[in-house]
């Protein structure tokens, strides 16, 4: 099967409509082979880094104004890596951002987040999960993949990305994970995370900001 990724076009980007709430361009970019102008990811900041700290705390902020406002901000991330062998990298607002808990004998066990948002040539649905009802009490650091190899856990528990563009999609369980929560309320989860992709094909490192 062609690779999704690979089957997008490979260009130089323009910036995305709708994100001007962070204050610079942003751009998505997957490409494969050399270009004659610097690839868009290469030029696309990633906010998660110490140095674009402020600049992502101005873009969560603006987000959680429009949240609390209109509801017309459900979150913010940013994200770069390899997809099927492919350089990736986003950094955008989310229109989606819910939670579901897990219940045992009636009472809530465990948590987790489904997220949603687009570029301009993928929209992207991202599954993590293992969080601790009340919130607050989520521990960082690396997580297990068993989880998803439990039978009666189902894909609900399995941290997963699906990317979607021109009628195909790319469904990646995410492994070795390493976590860290840094808001953690009923109203607002952040975080920031790396992973490999099961396939052997990639990786990711990313941060968020979400109001479920």
Avoid at 7 to 18: E, M, Q
Avoid at 64 to 86: N, P, T, W, Y
Avoid at 173 to 181: C, F, K
């Amino acid at each position: 099967m062609k690779s999704l990724l690979k089957s997008l076009v490979r260009f130089r980007l323009g910036p995305v409509a709708g994100v001007a709430l962070l204050g610079n361009p942003l751009f998505l970019v997957s490409c494969a082979g050399p270009l004659e102008a610097p690839p868009a990811f290469e030029e696309q900041p990633f906010l998660c880094g110490s140095e674009h700290a402020e600049e992502y705390g101005r873009a969560v902020e603006q987000c959680r104004e429009a949240h609390f406002r209109d509801g017309s901000c459900k979150g913010i991330i940013s994200m770069r890596g390899v997809l099927d062998r492919q350089p990736t990298a986003l950094t955008s607002t989310m229109d989606r951002a819910v939670h579901l808990d897990t219940k045992i004998a009636g009472e809530p066990s465990d948590r987790s987040f489904n997220f949603g948002g687009a570029g301009p040539y993928y929209t992207f649905v991202l599954n993590v999960g293992s969080f601790a009802v009340p919130p607050a009490t989520t521990e960082s650091g690396p997580l297990p993949d068993g989880a998803c190899n439990n039978p009666t856990s189902g894909m609900g528990r399995c941290d997963v990305m699906n990317l979607e563009a021109r009628g195909g999609n790319y469904l990646l369980r995410l492994v070795s994970i390493v976590r860290h929560v840094d808001v953690e309320t009923e109203d607002e989860i952040g975080l920031s995370m790396t992973a490999s992709t099961s396939d052997g094909l990639g990786h990711l490192e990313l941060c968020l900001d979400a109001f479920p």
